[in-house]
């Protein structure tokens, strides 16, 4: 399984930056490291990708190391609604072929007024 | 909105009984996959489909079929429901198989197994 580690959990002020880590120390080249968040029971939100290079969109940064082994996803200006599960998943192909997403734990962050 | 629909939303039915859960995916999407989410297992993947045809399986039960049609939408069939079998299910799309193809995720199913 593709293994991934995060804090459990992460506060952080509305309207402050949101720099949320993830350590993949044993990703390979060809994997694609993946973020998404889930709001309380909804579905999983698709948030970023990247695999060598840092990604910008309207929603979030991420900043991947030279080495790979390790990112992070900022979100600029945090809002209530920020408040989730956040996911980091490194994506490859032993990963059944590369289709299915495994998701550890990943780090609630709670954005508080 | 992902573009994904799931239906229905919530179902509630007694152990032992056969239930069928369905996803749309987006258009143009050609790949299905079907999550489960427990409170003690977190989000894991069961099965895939691309283009009707069986891609990948996951962590899916023998009680459990899954299905997907010409029309691409997919079906996933629970029987001999448990009580364990309660959780969330999500299906999620994604144009093909590739490691760069973003799965889009729908809204759920929350199954209750009493």
């Known amino acids: 399984d593709a293994k991934t580690t995060q804090p459990t959990s992460m506060d952080c002020a509305e309207g402050r930056a949101a720099n949320l880590p993830c350590n993949h120390s044993t990703i390979s080249g060809n994997e694609y490291v993946y973020w998404y968040r889930q709001i309380h029971s909804q579905g999983p939100q698709y948030i970023i990708h990247?695999?060598?290079n840092n990604e910008t969109n309207e929603m979030a940064s991420l900043i991947i190391t030279e080495d790979r082994k390790s990112s992070t996803l900022i979100l600029p200006h945090a809002t209530l609604r920020d408040t989730a599960v956040y996911y980091c998943i490194h994506r490859g192909p032993k990963d059944n072929a590369g289709n299915m997403l495994t998701f550890g734990g990943g780090t609630r962050l709670m954005v508080k007024p | 909105d992902s573009g994904v629909t799931q239906t229905p939303k919530h179902l509630i039915t007694a152990t032992g009984q056969r239930v069928t859960l369905r996803c749309s995916p987006r258009?143009?999407?050609?790949?299905v996959y079907w999550y489960q989410q427990s409170l003690d297992q977190g989000l894991q993947f069961l099965i895939q489909?691309?283009?009707?045809?069986?891609?990948a399986k996951g962590n899916i039960l023998e009680r459990f079929s899954a299905q997907q049609f010409p029309d691409l939408h997919s079906e996933l069939n629970l029987s001999s429901l448990e009580l364990g079998d309660s959780a969330l299910y999500f299906c999620?799309?994604?144009?093909?198989?590739?490691?760069?193809?973003?799965?889009?995720f729908g809204p759920g199913t929350r199954l209750t197994v009493l």
């Open positions: 258009s143009g999407d050609l790949s």
């Open positions: 489909y691309y283009n009707g045809e069986e891609r």
């Open positions: 999620a799309s994604s144009r093909g198989g590739a490691l760069s193809d973003t799965q889009y």
């Open positions: 990247g695999l060598k």
